[in-house]
C-alpha cells in the first residue's frame, strides 16, 4: 500500500486543520492505520491510531480529546482531524498502515507516507 498525507499548513494557536492521507490498493480497508508526527530535532512520535474497520482509536495522552482519527475505506481516506492546536503542535506528520494485531496500540507499521508539515504559530 502507497500513502500520501496532506492538508498540512500554517495555522494559528487554537485554530483547526484536518490532514488527509489518501492510500493505493484495494487492500486499505485491511489495514489499521496509524499517525504519527516529527518535530524538528526530536524523534517520531505515535499521535493516533484506528482499526482497519474504523471500529476503534486511540491516541497519544498529548492530544486526547483534540485530535480525532476517521477513515473512509470506500475511498481509501483516513483523516486526523486536529483542534484546539497548539504550537507543540509543529511537526512533519505521517500517516503509516500497519497489519492488524489484537492490540491497537502496539501496531507495527510497515508502511509509511511523506509527510505533511504543520506549523502553529503562538
Known amino acids: 500500500v502507497q500513502l500520501q498525507a496532506s492538508g498540512g499548513g500554517l495555522v494559528q494557536a487554537g485554530g483547526s486543520l484536518r490532514l488527509s492521507c489518501a492510500a493505493s490498493?484495494?487492500?486499505?480497508?485491511?489495514?489499521?492505520m496509524g499517525w504519527f508526527r516529527q518535530a524538528p530535532g526530536k524523534e517520531r512520535e505515535f499521535v493516533a491510531a484506528?482499526?482497519?474497520?474504523?471500529?476503534?482509536?486511540y491516541y497519544a495522552d498529548s492530544v486526547k480529546g483534540r485530535f480525532a482519527t476517521s477513515r473512509d475505506n470506500a475511498k481509501n481516506m483516513v483523516y486526523l482531524q486536529m483542534n484546539s492546536l497548539k504550537p507543540e503542535d509543529t511537526a512533519t506528520y505521517y500517516c503509516a498502515a500497519a497489519v492488524p494485531i489484537s492490540t491497537l496500540a502496539r501496531a507495527r507499521y510497515d508502511y509509511w507516507g511523506q509527510g505533511t508539515l504543520v506549523t502553529v504559530s503562538s
Open positions: 490498493g484495494r487492500t486499505f480497508s485491511s489495514y489499521d
Open positions: 484506528i482499526r482497519w474497520s474504523g471500529s476503534a482509536t
